[in-house]
């Protein structure tokens, strides 16, 4: 089958993106409004994007409604440009979840989900405790598409990162320990990376004209 973007409604372009740009790593965001109050919500339309300097993206879309109404992630970050991505582990995949839920405002979602905070090194947005790897992010630009979506670009400044999951050597993340989850297509749709592994060692040119395939 063929789709041509121009002749679908939004909805449908969603579902078929979703479903080919898989799996997709998930951003969990703590922030913090002007007045000290923590926000933490889980996106999964994100991705790593250079490394100098380091910049992370993430695509957040308005509050449903059509009411070009920020969500409390996007508005905290415009208005103190600071935030935690917090790495969704295999182990807290269900709190996550919970975070994920439309609760009305003021209602924290930390404490929903039973979940504490600690101190960050550089920014002032606390990261989940619970999280074994997170990254502590100031706001480097933030885009508007449409009417609907924007993308925040985050510069990221410190790393925390649990001493078990860590390979000095490099250091490298011992991915095949951390047990990170990816989101599929759907609402409830992910992935687990246990056992999931396949390593596929890269062909340089000097090794292809050997003819090593």
């Known amino acids: 089958m ?6 679908m409604p939004a909805r449908e372009i969603y579902n078929l993106l979703i479903g080919l740009v898989a799996p997709r790593p998930i951003a969990w965001v703590t ?4 007045q000290g109050r923590l926000n933490a919500a889980p996106f999964s339309s994100y991705n790593y994007l250079c490394t100098d300097p380091p910049i992370v993206g993430m695509g957040v879309m308005d509050r449903p409604g059509g009411t070009s109404v920020p969500k409390d992630t996007a508005w905290n970050i415009r208005r103190t440009g600071e935030y935690v991505i917090n790495v969704v582990t295999e182990d807290l ?4 979840n919970i975070c994920a839920t439309d609760f009305p405002a003021g209602v924290d979602e930390l404490e929903m989900a039973g979940l504490t905070t ?8 606390p990261r989940i405790a619970q999280a074994h790897a997170a990254l502590e992010c100031t706001e480097f630009a933030s885009l508007a598409i449409g009417n609907k979506s924007r993308i925040v670009l ?3 400044v410190a ?3 649990e001493d078990r999951f860590v390979d ?10 951390l047990h990170a989850i990816g989101r599929m297509n759907g609402l409830g749709s992910y992935v687990r990376t246990r056992d999931a592994f396949v390593t596929v060692p890269r062909i340089s040119y000097a090794e292809w004209e050997k003819g090593v395939r």
């Open 2 to 7: 063929k789709f041509e973007m121009e002749k």
């Open 31 to 34: 922030s913090m409004d002007e």
């Open 93 to 96: 995949l269900e709190k996550m």
């Open 118 to 125: 600690a101190a960050s090194s550089v920014v002032k947005v």
């Open 154 to 156: 985050g510069r990221v």
């Open 159 to 161: 790393m925390y990162v």
């Open 168 to 177: 000095a050597a490099g250091p490298y993340i011992k991915a095949e320990e």
